[in-house]
């Protein structure tokens, strides 16, 4: 079956410990960004990759990392979270322009 | 730069109503233009889509058309179900070197009622 899996699907966790939610999808898909979901402000992008060891940020990355050093695969890492960074986070995945597939979500509450 | 405006919600409609959740765009060149739907606890699914003006996206029973005159991608139903309660998410893209983001509006939640 296609699709994009994240992990882990919900966590809580308090200021400045380093963290990583994995993303990973099987459909050979060249294109990954990450999304943040407000309420209020609908998706915006984190950071997005072309390629393998191609990345580059979106719109609100600060705060963030990324790395893609397989195709399949696209962390988010957050080195030092903040409040500011509590979010429902969505991966997604795209072949063409525009059709994305997302991942489930990560709820992520940072205290 | 892009953006999208919908409408606000939340809506509440009863069962076989007629659905209709306006969508505006603000894009340079020529966008793709997405709905999006997010049943609770889930992901986006793409609903439908259109590539260029004029061009009618379909799925599900919903409908929405590309009017490029007046940057409008307006979502429509003839007669909604229970199952349909979601949020909805108006979008664009419009590629730029390589960057396939999505603009995405701030959503509507849907609730339909017996």
């Known amino acids: 079956e296609a699709q994009v899996t994240q992990n882990p699907r919900y966590l809580i966790t308090v200021t400045g410990k380093k963290l990583t939610v994995t993303c990973s999808q099987n459909?050979?898909?060249?294109?990954m960004s990450w999304y943040r979901q407000d309420p209020g402000l609908g998706l915006r992008q984190i950071y997005y990759?072309?390629?393998?060891?191609?990345?580059d940020k979106g719109d609100v990355p600060e705060g963030y990392k990324v790395s893609r050093k397989e195709k399949r695969n696209f962390p988010l890492i957050l080195e030092s979270p903040s409040p500011n960074q509590t979010s429902l986070y969505f991966c997604?995945?795209?072949?063409?322009?525009?059709?994305?597939?997302f991942g489930p979500g990560t709820r992520l509450t940072v205290l | 730069g892009n953006s999208v405006t919908q409408m606000e919600g939340p809506v509440t409609l009863s069962e076989e109503a007629f659905l209709t959740i306006n969508c505006t765009y603000t894009?340079?060149?020529?966008?793709?233009l997405f709905w999006y739907v997010q049943y609770p606890g889930e992901g986006l699914q793409l609903l439908l889509k259109?590539?260029?003006?004029?061009d009618k996206g379909s799925n599900k029973g919903f409908e929405a058309t590309y009017r490029k005159e007046t940057t409008s991608f307006h979502l429509e139903k003839g007669s909604v179900q229970v199952s349909d309660s979601a949020v909805y998410f108006c979008?664009?893209?419009?590629?730029?070197?390589?960057?396939?983001?999505?603009?995405f509006g701030t959503g509507t939640r849907l609730t339909i009622i017996p």
């Open positions: 894009a340079t060149g020529y966008p793709s």
């Open positions: 990759s072309m390629n393998v060891e191609v990345t």
């Open positions: 979008a664009l893209s419009s590629p730029n070197f390589g960057n396939e983001k999505l603009t």
């Open positions: 997604a995945s795209s072949l063409s322009a525009g059709e994305q597939f």
């Open positions: 259109a590539t260029k003006a004029d």
């Open positions: 459909m050979n898909h060249e294109y």
